[in-house]
Every structure is written in structure tokens, then in C-alpha cells.
């Protein structure tokens, strides 16, 4: 495996389901970010890992919750979403937060749907 | 406020040239990004731009102006593969990453 990767790639939930994404990077950075993508829309960033630790978290709603138990993981936990969260949701991973050159590698994201 | 501003969506020629414009305001800036993005599939880094000037990369180039808040993306000799959405992504004061919304792209043969 390579860069970073997303499971699953495709999620169909409702709204009282309980649901985790997963993401894995093999470039051995130490930042890691969830961003949602709505169609037209710019990228929202949504929480940021920096060496294990959550740096940032953008006002992102409770029913999400992340969890880095190290530099290499990622995960999203999702609980009693709605329709409207409905996204493509994008891993990313750099060398490190807040670093000029910094550049940010994207995983192919997973597609949610909720019902 | 801070934004990012690119056209929505552009159509060019196969072996044509195009160029995508991107203004920008952010709270202090340290660069500027831009990505490759297929229908479906990961954003890909392009290139950075941190200095005024001109970046070449084969048929793709970058241009910024830290004085206008401006930057535009450059693709030469079109190809049906680059057929994609462009985004736009400045760092502010604060290194976080300020995404403009994309411009898609259509190649026409």
C-alpha cells in the first residue's frame, strides 16, 4: 500500500446507525486531517492530528468524533447524522501542521450517504 | 473574511492552452497551492507558490502576485486526461489551508 488510503469507500447510513471511516497513510507524516467536500462547494477542514495530538477542530457538530490513536491512523466515528451531512469525506496527511511548504496528500475519500 | 475565488467551470480545446485564475483574500498568507481533482477521485497536488513569479512543471505552470492577491494556474497542450477540477488553496497567517470552491475543467476534442 501507498500514499493514503480510505475505508470503506462508499457508506449508505441512516440516521440512527453507527458508523466508523478509517484512514491510513504510509508516507510516514505526522499531520493528519478530515475534510468534508459538498458538491461545489469549497473543502471543509474539519479536525486536524498533529503527532497524535487534535490541533484543530473547525465547530464540527458532536454526532462526529475523531480518534488518532497514532501518526498512521485516522478514524471518523459517526453517530445519529443527517441528511444534510450527506459528503464526500476526504483524509489528508503532511509532514507536519503548520510548516510553510507544508503540502497536504488527500486519500480518494468515502462517499456517505445518509438516509 | 477570508476566500478564495475561482471560476466556477471553463471549456477548452484539446492541444489548446488554458488558464485558470484564482484571487484570493486570506489573514496573512504563506503560499498558495493548487490540486488536481478526477470526478471520484483524491485531490493531487499541482504545484506552490510562495514567491512572486512564474513556476514551470512540464505542461502545467503557476503564477503568483502577493501584491494583487492573485494567482493563475496554466495548462498547455490540453489533453482529454486533464479533464478535472482545479482547486485553489491559500495558507494564512495561521498555515491553515483556505480552499476555494474548484474550477471544473471540460476538454473538448
Known amino acids: 500500500e501507498t500514499g493514503v488510503t480510505q475505508t470503506p469507500r462508499h457508506l449508505v447510513m441512516g440516521m440512527t446507525n453507527k458508523k466508523s471511516l478509517k484512514c491510513e497513510q504510509h508516507l510516514g507524516h505526522n499531520a493528519m486531517y478530515w475534510y468534508k467536500q459538498s458538491a461545489k462547494k469549497p473543502l471543509e477542514l474539519m479536525f486536524v492530528y498533529n503527532f497524535k495530538e487534535q490541533t484543530e477542530n473547525n465547530s464540527v457538530p458532536s454526532r462526529f468524533s475523531p480518534e488518532c490513536p497514532n501518526s498512521s491512523h485516522l478514524f471518523l466515528h459517526l453517530h445519529t447524522l443527517q441528511p444534510e451531512d450527506s459528503a464526500l469525506y476526504l483524509c489528508a496527511s503532511s509532514q507536519e501542521w503548520g510548516g510553510g511548504t507544508d503540502t497536504q496528500y488527500f486519500g480518494p475519500g468515502t462517499r456517505l450517504t445518509v438516509l | 473574511g477570508q476566500n478564495i475565488d475561482q471560476p466556477t467551470e471553463m471549456t477548452a480545446t484539446e492541444g489548446a492552452i488554458v488558464q485558470i485564475n484564482c484571487t484570493y483574500q486570506?489573514?496573512?498568507?504563506?503560499?498558495l497551492f493548487w490540486y488536481q481533482q478526477h470526478a471520484g477521485e483524491a485531490p493531487t497536488f499541482l504545484s506552490y507558490n510562495v514567491l512572486d513569479g512564474l513556476e514551470e512543471k512540464g505542461r502545467f505552470s503557476s503564477f503568483l502576485s502577493r501584491s494583487k492577491g492573485y494567482s493563475y494556474l496554466l495548462l498547455k497542450e490540453l489533453q482529454m486526461k486533464d479533464s478535472a477540477s482545479y482547486l485553489c488553496a491559500g495558507h494564512d497567517s495561521n498555515y491553515q489551508l483556505i480552499w476555494g470552491a474548484g474550477t471544473k475543467l471540460i476538454i473538448k476534442p
Open positions: 486570506t489573514s496573512g498568507f504563506n503560499g
